[in-house]
C-alpha cells in the first residue's frame, strides 16, 4: 500500500494555512450584521478587552441628583456609594433600614433583609459572605429562609437541605403552576403522606451557620394540619394546627444543629412554602434566587399573601439585583423593562411598607465583538442608566454594581484573576467572586449608615 503520509501532511498544512490567511480577509456581513472574524489561534491568543461604544439614547434620561447629607459633597474615595432617591417627605432611600439596624436592640426581632436576584446570587453566592459579615457585625446565625424544596439543593453549601414526599410548582415552570397560589419566594409544595424537609447547620463555608435559635415553618392550610419538629435527631415534638385562611408559621426554639420538619396529617388544599433557620436578635438575609428571571415575577405574588409575610416575617431592607436576563448586545431602550418594574417596586413597598428598597445595577457582562475580542456588552451600560432610573423614580435606593465591580472589562479582570472570581461565560461570579462583591457591598452600606447617623445629628441640632 502506498504511504500517503506526506500527501495527508502536505493537505493539512494547505488547509491551516488557508484558514489562517482568512484572518487577514476584511471584516464581512450578512444582512447588515457583521460576521465574527476567522481566527483559528483564538484560544491561544491573550484577551484583548475594547472600551464599548457608548450608546447615547439612554443618555436623555434625565435623573435628578442624588440625595446627600448637606456636609457631604463627594462619596468616599474609592467607595461607589449609594445613592439615595428619597423624596421630600423622606419617603425610600434606606433610611428605614439604617434605622433598624440603629433600633435592633429594641426591636423584639431580628433586622430583615430579603435579597432577590437572579443566577447571579444562585446559590447563595454573594448573600452568604455578606450575611456573614452583617452577622458578626450585628449578631445573628443561620441561613434564613429555605424553600422546601430547591433544584439547587446540592450545590448551596451553606445549609444541608433534603426533603421526600413533595409535589412543588415553581414560577419557572412551563406548565402547572398556580400564581395565585405562590409565596414570597416564587413557589409552592403539596404535601403526600409522611413528606419531610430536613435543613442542617453546616461549617464547611461561613461561620455562624452551624446553628441557629429558631427555625419557621410558613405555610397556608385552610383546613387543619398537623406536624412534627425534630430537632439535633431528639424526640419529635407534634403541632397541631387549626385550618386558617391566612399564612400561618409554627416555629421551635433552642440550639437547633438540624431540625427535621415532618407532614403528619395534611388535605389537598394545603401549601407549604419554607422553613427557616434564624437568630432571636441580629441579622437575617434570606436568598431569593430565581434563575433566568428579570424580576418582574415578583409583580405576580398576590398582595394578600405578602402582607401576611409582613405579619409573620416583616423585612427592612429588600434588595432587587436584576438584569442578566435583560441586558443584550444591542439594547439601548430598556423602557419596556423598566415601566413594569416600576409597579414591582411598588407592589412590593405595598407589602411591606417599613422596609426600605434597594436596586442593584447589573454587573459587567462581555461578549465577543467580529474580531473575537472581549467588549463590556454595550446594552449592560444602557440597562444601568435605566435601572437607575427606576430607582429615581420610584424614590428608592440605587447602588451601580458595574462601577464597584471597576467598570469596563471588570468580569474579565475577576475571571483572569489567581484564583478565579468569576465564570468562563464572563457573566457570572463564583463564591470568591461573591465574597469580594459583598466585602464591597458591605463596606458600602457601613459608610451609608455612618452618613445616616451623621446627617440625623445635624438635623436635630
Known amino acids: 500500500m502506498k504511504n500517503k503520509i506526506v500527501a495527508t501532511f502536505l493537505l493539512t498544512l494547505l488547509v491551516v494555512v488557508g484558514l ?5 480577509l476584511p471584516k464581512l456581513s450578512l444582512g447588515g450584521k457583521p460576521l ?15 472600551p464599548a461604544p457608548l450608546v447615547a439614547d439612554s443618555d436623555t434620561l434625565v435623573l435628578p441628583p442624588p440625595v446627600r447629607p448637606a456636609f457631604v459633597d463627594t462619596c468616599k474615595t474609592g467607595l461607589t456609594c449609594i445613592e439615595d432617591y428619597s423624596d421630600s417627605t423622606k419617603r425610600g432611600g434606606l433610611r428605614f433600614f439604617y434605622e433598624a439596624l440603629l433600633q435592633r436592640q429594641s426591636l423584639g426581632r431580628p433586622v430583615r433583609i430579603a435579597y432577590f436576584g437572579d443566577s447571579f446570587i444562585e446559590a447563595d453566592i454573594l448573600t452568604s459572605d455578606l450575611r456573614n459579615m452583617l452577622q458578626k457585625r450585628f449578631g445573628g446565625c443561620g441561613v434564613g429562609y429555605v424553600q422546601v424544596t430547591s433544584r439547587i439543593s446540592g450545590y448551596r ?21 398556580d400564581r395565585s397560589r405562590q409565596d414570597i419566594s416564587n413557589s409552592y409544595s403539596q404535601a403526600s403522606a409522611g413528606a419531610s424537609v430536613t435543613l442542617k447547620g453546616q461549617r464547611k463555608y461561613t461561620s455562624l451557620l452551624d446553628t441557629c435559635q429558631v427555625s419557621t415553618f410558613y405555610l397556608l392550610a385552610p383546613d387543619s394540619v398537623v406536624l412534627s419538629a425534630e430537632v439535633n435527631g431528639r424526640e419529635p415534638v407534634t403541632y397541631a394546627l387549626a385550618g386558617d385562611s391566612a399564612l400561618q408559621a409554627v416555629s421551635v426554639r433552642g440550639n437547633i444543629g438540624s431540625v427535621r420538619w415532618k407532614v403528619l396529617k395534611s388535605a389537598p388544599n394545603a ?20 434563575r433566568g428571571s428579570s424580576g418582574q415575577q415578583l409583580g405576580n405574588i398576590p398582595m394578600k399573601i405578602l402582607r401576611d409575610y409582613n405579619r409573620l416575617r416583616p423585612y427592612d431592607l429588600i434588595v432587587l439585583q ?45 461578549y465577543r465583538d467580529e474580531d473575537g475580542n472581549l467588549r463590556t456588552m454595550p446594552g449592560v451600560k444602557n440597562l444601568i442608566r435605566y435601572q437607575q432610573a427606576l430607582a429615581a423614580e420610584t424614590h428608592t435606593a440605587f447602588w451601580n454594581m458595574y462601577e464597584a465591580m471597576g467598570g469596563e472589562g471588570s468580569i474579565v479582570d475577576m475571571v483572569n484573576s489567581k484564583p478565579s472570581m468569576a465564570n468562563y461565560d464572563y457573566t457570572h461570579i463564583n463564591f470568591r467572586g461573591g ?6 457591598l458591605f463596606e458600602t452600606l457601613m459608610y451609608g449608615m455612618e452618613q445616616y ?9
Not at 20 to 24: L, V
Open 20 to 24: 489562517e490567511a482568512m484572518y487577514f
Open 36 to 50: 465574527r472574524r476567522v481566527d483559528l489561534l483564538s484560544d491561544v491568543r491573550p484577551d484583548k478587552v475594547e
Open 157 to 177: 453549601p451553606t445549609v444541608g437541605h433534603s426533603f421526600s414526599g413533595w409535589n412543588s410548582h415553581f414560577t419557572t415552570d412551563s406548565i402547572g403552576f
Open 271 to 290: 401549601l407549604f412554602y419554607g422553613v427557616t433557620m434564624d437568630p432571636e436578635s441580629g441579622i437575617v438575609v434570606d436568598n431569593f434566587s430565581t
Open 322 to 366: 436584576y438584569g442578566l436576563n435583560v441586558a443584550f448586545e444591542g439594547g439601548v431602550n430598556y423602557s419596556y423593562y423598566k415601566n413594569p418594574m416600576i409597579k414591582v417596586v411598588e407592589h412590593l413597598r405595598k407589602a411591606f411598607p417599613q422596609a426600605s428598597i434597594l436596586i442593584v445595577g447589573v454587573g459587567d457582562r462581555e
Open 435 to 440: 465574597k469580594h462583591l459583598a466585602g464591597i
Open 453 to 461: 447617623e451623621k446627617r440625623k445629628a445635624y438635623e436635630t441640632e
